[in-house]
């Protein structure tokens, strides 16, 4: 599992029956304080997520199957929820309520 923000939503004229419904987004890994960490990535949508959310996303072939009862599905990354608040160690790195990421101390 990783962290992510929502960039972008993702449509294509291809039709898998597996995805039709479902909403495709365009994800950026990020760490826990938001800095991003890698390349950008397509993941279903299961939560209802958005532009400018951060996201909980299971990267890995089983798990993305099983959650959308699919055993023969060509499914990796799934989005599964949406991240209100980021806390480490008692210091708060994320809060979606403020749609920003919090200032760090002495920084």
Do not use: C, H, W
Not at 10 to 18: A, E, F, K
Not at 32 to 47: A, K, Q, V, W
Not at 74 to 97: I, P, S, W
């Amino acid at each position: 599992m990783f962290l992510a923000d929502v960039v972008g939503t993702v449509v294509s004229p291809v039709q898998i029956p597996l995805l039709e419904g479902r909403t495709l987004l365009l994800l950026r890994r990020v760490a826990p304080d938001g800095t991003p960490t890698g390349s950008t990535r397509i993941g279903i949508d299961l939560t209802g997520a958005g532009v400018g959310d951060r996201v909980l996303v299971v990267d890995e072939g089983n798990a993305g199957r099983q959650l959308l009862e699919a055993p023969d599905g060509a499914v990796k990354t799934v989005v599964v929820g949406v991240v209100d608040y980021v806390d480490r160690e008692g210091e708060l790195l994320y809060d979606k309520a403020a749609r920003a990421p919090v200032a760090r101390m002495g920084s």
